[in-house]
């Protein structure tokens, strides 16, 4: 048995040690180039008072809400699927700023495709439960990222533009706490956040 791992380590150490060095392809491009290529429209590419839908983009910095410059919007005109729930609609504002508010995606994803016609609203309990949902979110860290903190994403990504645009208010609010109690069920709060 010893004779067989020694043989098949003496094949496999010549190809281990040398796997990293035979890339050939150098990679001269930034993220945003090979968005550009494809035409994926980024945040970062947006103009002032552009409108856009974001799923799950936020981060938190220094006690505020970001959204990553690489975040790619929803493209609800293209789309062939039936959107549901919640999406966040932004509009870009000067000075890499960005004001959001939460909205039906089905209404949205209906609108971005040319149908005005359609008036069926979200009842309001469940908009107010997918809020409450989305801003519990904001602290689990993304989809992709392993963590809600926006220098660990930044780090997490080398490849990108350390870029990032401020959320400005959200639903109209510059405080999580007053757009908490806009959606009801507010628990008092505890620990180091309780006011006294």
């Known amino acids: 048995m010893n004779g067989f791992f020694s043989r098949l380590l003496i094949v496999l150490l010549p190809i281990m040690v040398s796997s990293p060095a035979l890339a050939q392809v150098q990679v001269d491009i930034d993220q945003e180039t090979a968005s550009r290529s494809a035409n994926r429209i980024e945040i970062r590419g947006l103009s002032v008072n552009d409108i856009a839908y974001l799923y799950s ?13 690489w975040s790619i919007p929803v493209n609800y005109g293209d789309s062939t699927w039936n959107a549901s729930g919640i999406v966040t609609q932004i509009e870009v504002l000067p000075g890499r ?13 209906l609108k971005a495709q040319g149908n005005t016609k359609y008036e069926v ?8 439960k997918l809020v ?35 959320v400005d208010s959200l639903n109209g609010f510059k405080k999580l706490s007053e757009l908490l109690k806009s959606v009801e069920k507010m ?8 006011k006294k």
């Open 187 to 194: 628990p008092d709060l505890v620990g180091p956040l309780k």
């Open 97 to 109: 700023k960005i004001e959001a508010k939460f909205v039906d995606a089905r209404q949205a994803q």
């Open 121 to 128: 609203e979200m009842p309001k309990e469940e908009y107010n």
């Open 132 to 166: 409450r949902e989305k801003v519990s979110s904001f602290f689990n860290g993304g989809f992709l990222d392993s963590s809600p903190m926006c220098d660990e994403i930044l780090k997490a990504n080398p490849m990108q533009k350390p870029d990032l645009f401020a």
């Open 57 to 69: 983009a936020y981060c938190i910095k220094d006690g505020g809400l970001f959204v990553t410059g």
